[in-house]
């Protein structure tokens, strides 16, 4: 897409998020519109879904995923090791913790693009550092990580590597999609209540 269109769009979001969200005093948007343009004009605030496989794959610790979607959609679906955070409920107090992060980055992704770039607005226009996107979301997901396969006679080692580790991140987003909802559930919970102890809670 056109540059000049993408900061359009942009500016036309940051405009009706300013119009339509509820904020309050103590949570207001510590960035002005042109540096948030200025921000998302940088690509470096986009991981591919590649890039997304092979941190699951390694298990990086110095990622969070963060699922936008419905819970029920999270419930179905997700990638292994994400949190569910609603785009609908981002700018509930509860999830601060969890968002304004200085060591951890918070990888943001939905079915597609926009709702992940429109929380993505929001969180570093509150002055959230280290927000990032999953370029394509979960379409994008499905269409690279799951839908890939190896057709021809040879195959070159940069391609080997690519394949193994979207193989390696399918067989694990089956593993863990696979799992009873009760089991799913007990396994976000321990995540949930392990983050917490971390972050000095109780």
Not at 12 to 18: E, K, N
Not at 82 to 90: A, E, G, R, V
Not at 140 to 168: C, D, H, Q
């Amino acid at each position: 897409m056109n540059a000049r269109i993408k900061i359009s769009i942009l500016l036309a979001g940051v405009g009706l998020i300013l119009a339509f969200l509820p904020f309050n005093a103590a949570k207001s948007f510590q960035l002005k519109p042109t540096e948030l343009v200025e921000l998302s004009a940088n690509t470096d605030m986009y991981f591919s879904v590649d890039e997304v496989a092979r941190f699951v794959n390694i298990e990086d610790s110095t990622i969070q995923l963060i699922d936008l979607r419905s819970p029920a959609e999270f419930m179905k679906s997700n990638i292994p090791g994400s949190i569910n955070i609603p785009y609908n409920d981002l700018l509930n107090p509860n999830w601060e913790g969890y968002l304004n992060q200085d060591k951890v980055r918070n990888v943001y992704y939905s079915n597609g693009d926009e709702t992940a770039n429109m929380a993505w607005t929001i969180v570093s226009g509150l002055g959230y550092s280290n927000s990032f996107v999953m370029e394509g979301g979960m379409n994008e997901w499905y269409k690279t990580v799951m839908l890939s396969k190896f057709e021809g006679e040879r195959i070159t080692p940069r391609e080997n590597a690519l394949f193994e580790n979207r193989y390696k991140a399918r067989k694990t987003f089956i593993h863990i999609n696979s799992l009873p909802d009760s089991l799913k559930t007990q396994y976000l919970e321990a995540k949930r209540l392990e983050e917490s102890q971390l972050d000095g809670g109780c």
